[in-house]
């Protein structure tokens, strides 16, 4: 038997300005994102769709998801192989595109880590492991679309 976890979120949509969703423009976007136990994060739609360019839109937090799941499978893998990762930093971005229809889809999605280890030897093994991190990464096993990787690891000594 397999062994599993569920995971549980409410969204609370908070954009009812009066009207409720009487017409597209009648309503605000916003939502908060509550995980029993943990800080609520607010949320809203992207800017195309009216939402609030100050908050994040579900695109940005996929993309966050994504970034986040393969730094914390790294950081894991190379911990188990005694690498001493000092820094890590991921400018992940990801390619949507629209159909006619107003729908639309991820096509592609890029990470871009930027590590540091703290010792030259690992510099190689360290590079390497980011293929075992993407192969591991839970969320990026469940997209439908290619997520890729192109890391530099650099040492401090």
């Known amino acids: 038997m397999t062994d599993s976890h569920q995971y549980v979120a409410r969204v609370i949509w908070r954009g009812n300005s009066g009207a409720g969703t009487a017409n597209y423009r009648s309503y605000r976007r916003n939502y908060d994102i509550v ?21 994040p ?15 914390l499978t790294y950081l ?17 971005t990801a390619l949507m595109r629209f159909t006619e229809d107003g729908g639309g889809f991820f096509v592609e999605a890029d990470l871009y880590p930027r590590v540091q280890v703290a010792d030259r030897s690992t510099v190689q093994k360290a590079t390497k492991l980011h293929a075992k991190a993407h192969e591991l990464c839970f969320i990026a096993q469940s997209v439908k679309f290619p997520v890729r990787n192109d890391p530099t690891v650099t040492a401090s000594a």
């Not at 839109?57 to 730094?71: F, I, Q």
């Open 35 to 55: 995980v029993e136990g943990k800080a609520p994060i607010e949320g809203s739609a992207d800017p195309r769709f009216r939402g609030d360019a100050a908050l």
């Open 57 to 71: 839109n579900p695109e940005d937090l996929l993309v966050s998801a994504l970034s986040a799941c393969h730094m």
């Open 76 to 92: 894991a893998l190379c911990a188990d192989a005694g690498i001493v990762v000092e820094s890590y930093e991921d400018r992940a």
